[in-house]
Nanobody, 124 residues
Framework: QVQLVESGGGLVQAGGSLRLSCVDS????????MGWFRQAPGKEREFVAR????????YYADSVKGRFTISRDNAKNTVYLQMNSLKPEDTAVYYC?????????????????WGQGTQVTVSS
């Protein structure tokens, strides 16, 4: 049974930083690739970043590359998303997810378990 709980969201001014955390209560966290996605009001959920099971390889959406960093601590069953230089367009609900499908790409359909999300609001 996988249960994902995100935390760390909040209200921040443009240019500020936040660190999101996602704890996975599943027993095999360290064997799964993890991802972060976000959904802004009126928009579809989109890929933000993902990290392989070992943490050795990361992938980012172009819109966050150079500003966001994904990492994981398998001993703590936790994946993080460090967000710097935040912009108002980063405002969204952020979700972590576990990859359960194809091992390639960043499609939502390949991630089978999702957290409840945490709200990030960036004011201008």
């Amino acid at each position: 049974q996988v249960q994902l709980v995100e935390s760390g969201g909040g209200l921040v001014q443009a240019g500020g930083s936040l660190r999101l955390s996602c704890v996975d209560s599943g027993r095999t966290f360290s064997t799964y690739e993890m991802g972060w996605f976000r959904q802004a009001p009126g928009k579809e959920r989109e890929f933000v970043a993902r990290i392989t099971w070992s943490g050795s390889t990361t992938y980012y959406a172009d819109s966050v590359k150079g500003r966001f960093t994904i990492s994981r601590d398998n001993a703590k069953n936790t994946v993080y998303l460090q967000m710097n230089s935040l912009k108002p367009e980063d405002t969204a609900v952020y979700y972590c997810a576990v990859r359960t499908g194809s091992p390639y790409g960043s499609s939502l359909v390949d991630f089978g378990y999702w957290g409840q999300g945490t709200q990030v609001t960036v004011s201008s």
